[in-house]
């Protein structure tokens, strides 16, 4: 069975501009979690979205949006790119189902902002 | 609000020591309590979990008992590899309001040496 996957691998923007980032979650799975990981800031939730709405997202402010397709793979965008907004940017998705409290992550999108 | 504490890194123990990493929580109910690891330049992999206060959760060697009482969550080898050197994050996840958002330590770098 195929992991969570995301891309690009490496992306490189500068100040100003705008990063689309995607992940595909785990087959059946519905809900996907996105996370920032950034030098000395630990990890921090971002977004979650769960059968193609957004349920919640963490203390980011809304130049980060995305969204959730009908197929459960989803698109992060950043606008208006900060220098501050490098980082790794983690995928997550987590069954639906009953018991489904676990969260597998995808091998991150590294975005630099020049 | 929810919160992890894991001990300060970095730690570094030659091949076949013991490990401990400790990790307590704060939160408000009954939290999943979870060891992510992660690789140089790779994103995060389920460890081991426990749901429910006593639960022990093991994997590859490594073990953590859910102890309600003390809050804690600590993560244990008897006998380290040099491939276990990664930075290990506890974590926490709420149902309901939370909607099992993941609440991260800071995380902590083994380095194990041979």
């Known amino acids: 069975e195929a992991g969570v996957t995301q891309s690009p691998t490496h992306l490189i923007k500068t100040r100003g501009q705008q990063a689309t980032l995607r992940c595909s979650p785990i087959?059946?799975?519905?809900?996907v979690y996105w996370y920032q990981q950034a030098l000395g800031l630990g990890l921090q939730f971002l977004l979650w979205?769960?059968?193609?709405?957004?349920?919640n997202r963490g203390n980011f402010p809304p130049r980060f949006s995305g969204r959730q397709f009908p197929n459960y793979s989803s698109e992060l965008n950043v606008n208006a790119l900060e220098l501050e907004d490098s980082a790794l940017y983690l995928c997550a998705s987590r069954s639906g189902l009953a018991g489904g409290e676990t969260q597998y992550f995808g091998p991150g999108t590294r975005l630099l902002v020049l | 609000g929810n919160s992890v504490t894991q001990m300060e890194g970095p730690v570094t123990l030659s091949e076949e020591a013991f490990l401990t990493i400790n990790c307590t929580y704060t939160a408000t109910g009954y939290p999943s309590l979870f060891w992510y690891v992660q690789y140089p330049g790779e994103g995060l992999q389920l460890l081991l979990k426990?749901?429910?206060?006593?639960d022990k959760g093991s994997n590859k060697g490594f073990e953590a008992t859910y102890r309600k009482e003390t809050t804690s969550f600590h993560l244990e080898k008897g006998s380290v590899q040099v491939s276990d050197s990664a930075v290990y994050f506890c974590a926490l996840s709420l149902s309901g309001g939370s909607n099992y958002k993941l609440t991260f330590g800071k995380g902590t770098l083994l380095t194990v040496n041979p």
């Open positions: 979205y769960d059968e193609g709405e957004e349920r």
């Open positions: 087959s059946g799975h519905t809900s």
């Open positions: 426990a749901t429910k206060a006593d």
